[in-house]
Structure formats: structure tokens, C-alpha cells
């Protein structure tokens, strides 16, 4: 095969496989220290980087994922987050997966394109942005049999924080609870969540640990006191 990407540009990134004399591909199995992804981010700079994810780090933040959901072989995920997007790879491709669930693709994001994924599909879960939690929400009333005749057993929302009024009319609306989390591209995704199924949620929340050593420090690097505000730092296997 040809490379496309000079390997020499980005050291440990891509590997090149050649044809073997049989005609089979010559690849050498990938190690867990080994990169499987390279995502572009800006959330924490405002500037674009990439950040390599070994496949260690996947397999911790996708048992992470379907740990802190509860997530069951029985579980249809609807899908509708980016492909080239942590929350679309890790959250809604291989956590369902690896639960022994299956997974329900709209052809990009739409109102029209989720409520008919919804209403053909009957997933029991889907992962939204606010601003897409809200504009479903907007149409739900005009998609008001489809509501009520597939019910999701939770919504999960991620990338940016969800107002409580939001929340609370959307859990009113479609009658199932909406799990808040917090999570970066640099740790594979989720760092805490909202306890589900069980558990105190609370609306506002970035909720408990996922999984990772969670730490509030100063400027110093000392932890300060609870309640205080400081620089989040976080440290695990994801």
C-alpha cells in the first residue's frame, strides 16, 4: 500500500502495511501503548491541537462509558454525534458495542433525521450537545407521536454545559432523565458523571468520578479547600 502520510512527519502516529507475496495484508498487531487515534481539539486552548490516544486509553474510557451508564446487551444507542469526535467514536461507537448493545446511525444531524431515526430505530438512549438537546426538544410537539410511542430510557448530554431550565423542561417533555457528564479529547472523553441508574443526579453537575484521580490544586499546585476555585487536574488509565 502506498502512503499517503509520510510516517517521517508524525513519528509513531501512522504505520504503513505492505502485501505480503500471498496477497494478504503484512500488519503487525497494535500494542496498548501503541496510538490509535489522532483528534483535533480546541476546547481547552482555543487553538487546534492533536492529541493521540493509545489504545489503552480507549479500552479504560469505553468501559468507563458503559460502566457509569449501566449500559445492557439490550441497549440501542441512537448515534448522531460526529464520527470525528471522541463523544461520537468512544461514547456512541464502541461503549454500546463492548456492552453488547447496537447502535442506530442517522445520516448526520437533523430534527427531521433524529426523529426518524427514533421513530424507525426505537433506541434506548441518545447522546445530544444542548444546543441539539434543545432544538429537539423545540419540535417535539409537532413530533408528538413519535414521543410518545418510543420511549428512551435516558438522554445523555454532553460538550458544553446544559442550563437547568433546559434540563428540566426536556425531562418533562420526553419523561426520561438527562445525565450530565464532564469530559475532555485529552482524557478519551468522560472524566465524571452524574450517578445512573443509580444514584443522586444533580441538575447543573458535572456529577462523581468516572474513573480517573480528581484533583482541584492553585497556582501552586496545592489542592485548595472545597469550595474554592482552582485548576482541574486529572490523572487515570483513560
Not at 469530559?183 to 447543573?204: A, D, L, Q
Request: aromatic fraction near 4%.
Amino acid at each position: 500500500l502506498e502512503a499517503v502520510v509520510d510516517p517521517a512527519d508524525t513519528p509513531g502516529v501512522f504505520a504503513i502495511a505492505g502485501l505480503d507475496e500471498g496477497g494478504d495484508l503484512a500488519l503487525e498487531p497494535p500494542g496498548p501503548d501503541d496510538v490509535a487515534l489522532v483528534l483535533h481539539t480546541s476546547g481547552t486552548t482555543a487553538l487546534p491541537k492533536r492529541v493521540p490516544l493509545t489504545h489503552a486509553n480507549l479500552a479504560v474510557a469505553v468501559d468507563q462509558v458503559a460502566s457509569t451508564l449501566g449500559l445492557r446487551a439490550d441497549d440501542r444507542c441512537l448515534a448522531v454525534m460526529p464520527m470525528f469526535h471522541v463523544g461520537g467514536l468512544v461514547d456512541t461507537l464502541a461503549a454500546p458495542l463492548v456492552a453488547g448493545g447496537a447502535i442506530i446511525g442517522a445520516r448526520g444531524y437533523s430534527v427531521e433525521a433524529f426523529y426518524g431515526a427514533l421513530d424507525r430505530g426505537a433506541p434506548t438512549w441518545t447522546q445530544l450537545a444542548p444546543p441539539m438537546l434543545a432544538e429537539v426538544l423545540d419540535h417535539a410537539d409537532r413530533h408528538a407521536g413519535v414521543v410518545a410511542r418510543r420511549g428512551l430510557r435516558f438522554v445523555r448530554s454532553v460538550s458544553a454545559p446544559l442550563s437547568r431550565p433546559a434540563l428540566e423542561r426536556f425531562e418533562r417533555r420526553f419523561g426520561v432523565p438527562v445525565v450530565e457528564i464532564y469530559g475532555m479529547t485529552e482524557t478519551t472523553g468522560v472524566i465524571t458523571s452524574n450517578p445512573f441508574p443509580h444514584g443522586e443526579r444533580k441538575p447543573g453537575s458535572v456529577g462523581v468520578s468516572a474513573g480517573p484521580r480528581i484533583s482541584i490544586v492553585d497556582i501552586d499546585g496545592r489542592e485548595v479547600a472545597r469550595g474554592s476555585i482552582g485548576e482541574v487536574r486529572v490523572r487515570g488509565g483513560s
